[in-house]
């Protein structure tokens, strides 16, 4: 079983930066992709960015795409999301999650780290 554990969310200005990590744990070799998903209070869930765990091949959000960056330490099973040029509507809760398959259902979840960006 895949475990995932969020830190790094917190309050920042609009325009600031946060780091947000992923500390996996279990077996990860199986993995064939994390996300970074977040929920905002009234709004679905949106994915924000993926990484394949192998290749590296990421992808992103329209809405975050040039300000957000998914890296990943394989060695380390650690998943980053750095958050530059922070807008308000980047409030939410950010999770990360495992896509085991490779079908985009994303098998295991974290259990959220808080963003508050004050405008």
């Known amino acids: 079983q895949v475990r995932l554990v969020e830190s790094g969310g917190g309050l920042v200005q609009a325009g600031g930066s946060l780091r947000l990590s992923c500390a996996a744990s279990g077996p990860m070799s199986s993995t064939i992709a994390l996300g970074w998903f977040r929920q905002a209070p009234g709004k679905e869930r949106e994915l924000v960015a993926r990484?394949?765990?192998?290749?590296?091949?990421?992808s992103y959000a329209d809405s975050v795409r040039g300000r957000f960056t998914i890296s990943r330490d394989n060695a380390k099973n650690v998943v980053s999301l750095q958050m530059n040029s922070l807008k308000s509507e980047d409030t939410a809760v950010y999770y990360c999650?495992?896509?085991?398959?490779?079908?985009?259902?994303?098998?295991?979840w974290g259990q959220g780290t808080q963003v508050t960006v004050s405008s």
């Open positions: 999650a495992a896509d085991m398959d490779g079908n985009r259902s994303y098998e295991y």
């Open positions: 990484i394949l765990r192998g290749p590296g091949y990421t």
